[in-house]
């Protein structure tokens, strides 16, 4: 991409994103510039052998504050997403934040229009859209490849159970985990949603309910010319990490099927064997992190429009938020 200007950033948060970002900002990336990095319990010393030597902070106002900084990338815990966001709206600085913005729909709908009132770019993190073997699905349902889509079904399936102290803080699975397949759900088949069904239980570890959620969903999107998604969620997969997408259209269907280790497969007398699924979404989403990022920048760089919508990030959140209604009361949700 050709940028007019560089785009100078502020990172704050260096757990598992945070990193994946910082990477691709500081090799990947031509049209951005890292001016600070900020997380609050990292030692300094630690990230300067890590990562080298600019600017690091441990106090996130530091880094937002800077005058040169033009935005501002999000990756710190979900509780802290909606107060850093709305310090860097109220800096001037555009934001990429990874989902959600929060766990209130009130609070994500005032962040929202306060970055337009401001004329502030404001991301979620739906990278999910960019990765090749989806976003592909996408642009062959957008062109009519398989004709009129009838039914979209989406698995995403952990690998492991996440830390019981993670759970307790999330915003429960529909929020934290299957907000991913109801934004793709919604992206591919391009329609709106009218109607959520979903059911949910602890079929995997009591500890998992104790924390107040759930670790296996299945949810039924209906969209507004009567057609359907499904989604299948679960938080342990013994197998890996599980990825798979189909789309059934009048017109023929297109899978996306779960990348692997390696591609090759062992025919011998006791069976067929290939290799296991990737283990976890930093590896099967790397490409995605890397392009959504740079759209970021490329929007805030030249002052495109972002690839996520305020919309999207809305009906997202609504469409969460009724498929936990409808799990705890037992029927259908309409969506208005």
Known sequence: M????????????????????????????????????????????????????????????????????????????????????????????????????????????KLLRKAEEAGLKLMVGFNRRFDPDFLQARQSTAT?????????????????????????TSGGMFMDFSIHDIDMARYIMNKK???????????????????????????????????YAVIDNSRKAVYGYDQRLEVFGDGGMIQVENNLYHRNIVFDSSGIH???????????????YLKEMELFVDAVGNNTGLPVSHEDIIMATIIAYAARQSMKEGSPVSIR
């Open 2 to 109: 050709q940028y007019h200007k560089p785009v100078h950033i502020a990172l704050i948060g260096l757990g598992r994103m945070g990193k994946i970002h910082l990477r691709h900002l500081l090799n990947a990336i031509p049209g951005a510039s890292v001016a600070a990095v900020s997380d609050t319990l990292y030692i300094e010393d630690n990230f300067r052998n890590e990562f080298g030597n600019f600017l690091f902070t441990n106090h996130p106002t530091d880094a937002i504050a800077r005058p040169e900084v033009d935005a501002v990338v999000i990756c710190t815990p979900t509780s802290s997403h909606a107060a850093l966001v709305e310090e860097a709206i109220e800096a001037g600085k555009h934001v990429f934040c990874e989902k959600p913005l929060d766990l209130s729909l009130e609070v994500t709908k």
């Open 274 to 288: 290939q290799a296991l699924p990737l283990n976890s979404f930093t590896e099967r989403y790397i490409q995605s």
């Open 144 to 168: 009519g490849r398989i004709g009129n889509l009838q039914i979209i079904k989406i698995t995403n399936r952990d690998p492991a159970i996440p830390p019981i102290e993670f759970i307790k």
């Open 193 to 227: 949603v009218v109607e959520v069904y979903a059911k949910g239980l602890v079929f995997m570890d009591k500890a998992v309910e104790e924390a107040g959620d759930i670790d296996t969903a299945l949810i039924t999107l209906t969209f507004e010319d009567g057609t």
